[in-house]
């Protein structure tokens, strides 16, 4: 390969000829070969952002000479088009903080900067990673601030997927609430239920969810931007810290504020653990949903078969016709994933020490990677599972009429105890309720009828109250 040599702090290092990026990117490449993976395009997006917004601020102080701010602005703009996506190289598992990072994006900047002033790569004379493209800035304070503005632009999509998600399910709530069932508590016989009301209630706990994850925003505005190392502000003018965020709102179109307390923004986490906590309650939800519609379905001629979910794939390699509720399996392993994730990020958030945490790299990681799937997942789930999902309204009701729940309708006129005897009775018979309570006259054929009228059993109150035996 092709390379340059240039110096950092440490001495020389061998650069690629044709990378953007500079030595301290190298050395990093070199020491962090852990993952194979490439920071999340978001959190790249975040960090250029910042480097535009930034040079616009410290131009406007005075400090930036012009040229070479407005040249860092044309390289950012170019770095937001995409233009140096495969220069972006470091390894989300790196040092501490994300300085590699932090100076991977201030390398690209710079060099493409310089070139745009009539230089060449490694001509940090002209453009520096530091005193130019860093100016006013730490890594402390850079890079919580990509990490809430990359988290913000996946907070977008994820949001407006479990609104179509909730809405699929109480669509189908709608279409199927005159489908009557009987309810399962502990796995067993319970009280009828409304095949709509499960899929109603599916859809107000995602609506739950979606309300949690928007009580995570005002933190997520806050920014530390302007504390520098640790949030005092040092080379940072008060001028400079109220423009970089300004424009950073005018960039962005977000409600970004600046913290009251730079100290403790750059110390803490919070706003990162409400954040993944509450992604961990959408995933054990959809865990949740995702298991009951592979219940409901199973089968179909030896389980529950009450649903039948659209067939995406051959199910067996083996078995000939079989199909798999692959879509909901797959919701499954990514809600296992996104809640091993807020495991990490509780980890990490909890061990910062003193003015700063060092582990923000693996928080932004997790939280970026969880979101992506995430959203992924609810898509695929909503459209190819959820949308398509059709009901057997036979074996609902076949189901309803056998279960030993019915008994419960019961006990207010013959009493818990010979409710129980009947139930029993059933259990050991095979006889059904209705059989067992007219054979013993408990009821009149028309009072049990009215007891047992199936729709009013999904109200609240007590069935055909009015009955008088």
Known sequence: MSTRTEHDTLGEMEVPAAAYYGPQTARAVLNFPISGLKPHASLVWGTVVIKKCAASANMATGRLPRPIGEAIVRAADEALAGTFDGHFVVDPFQAGAGTSHNMNVNEVLANRAAELLGGSRGDYALVHPNDHVNMAQSTNDVFPTAMRLASLRMLTGLRSELAVLRDTLAGKGREFDAILK??????????????????????????????GLERTLPGLYELGL???????????????????????????????????????????MDPFVALSSALKGVAINLVRIANDLRLLSSGPRTGFNELALPAVQPGSSIMPGKVNPSIAEMTDMVSFQVIGADTVVTMAAQAGQLELNVMMPVIAYNL????????????????????????????????????????????????????????????RTGQSIKEIVLAHQYLSPQALAEVLDPYPLTNPGVPGKKVEN
Do not use: W
């Open 226 to 268: 302007g504390g520098t190392a640790v949030g005092t502000g040092l080379n940072a003018e008060a001028r400079y810290i109220d423009l970089v965020v300004a424009e950073l709102a005018r960039e962005t179109g977000l409600p970004l504020f600046g913290s009251a307390n730079l100290v403790e923004t750059t110390q803490n």
């Open 368 to 427: 970026l990677f969880a979101m992506e799937i995430l959203t992924n997942a609810v898509r695929k789930f909503s459209g190819d599972c959820v949308a398509g999902i059709t009901a057997n309204t036979e074996r609902c009701a076949s189901y309803m009429e056998e279960s030993l729940g019915l008994v419960t309708v019961l006990a207010p006129y013959i009493g818990y105890e010979q409710a129980a005897e009947v139930a029993k009775e059933s259990s």
């Open 182 to 211: 009987s309810g399962r508590t502990h796995l067993q016989d319970a009280v009828p239920i409304r095949l709509g009301q499960e899929f109603e209630a599916y859809a107000v706990a995602l609506a739950k969810n979606l309300a």
